[in-house]
């Protein structure tokens, strides 16, 4: 089992920054990937990025390319979302999962947090 929690989610104004974390506990070593998704209402659940735990090497879809860093801290088994230049089209639910290998499909992943809400106003 994994545990995973989210938390720094907030309301910003566009062209604002948030940092979101997603804290890991349990067999945290089965899970090699780790990965940012994001659910706007009435859309499909997107994975903005993912890290591999082992290299540190993180990847990132092309709509927040250039915007959205994701690291890690595994001393404290924690991920990170480091969100700049944010715009309104960035508001969504946002999830860390983890999966063995970083699947695409939202499906494949079967470890998820809580959730939390980022709000971005024009």
């Known amino acids: 089992q994994v545990l995973l929690v989210e938390s720094g989610g907030g309301s910003v104004q566009a062209g604002g920054s948030l940092r979101l974390s997603c804290g890991a506990s349990g067999n945290t070593g089965s899970r090699n990937c780790m990965a940012w998704f994001r659910q706007a209402p009435g859309k499909e659940r997107e994975r903005v990025g993912y890290i591999y735990t082992v290299t540190g090497r993180a990847y990132y879809s092309d709509s927040v390319k250039g915007r959205l860093t994701i690291s890690q801290d595994i001393a404290k088994n924690t991920m990170y979302l480091q969100m700049d230049s944010l715009n309104p089209e960035d508001t969504a639910m946002y999830y860390c999962?983890?999966?063995?290998?970083?699947?695409?499909?939202?499906?494949?992943?079967?470890?998820w947090g809580q959730g939390t809400q980022v709000t971005v106003s024009s």
């Open positions: 999962a983890a999966h063995p290998f970083c699947s695409r499909n939202w499906r494949d992943y079967d470890y």
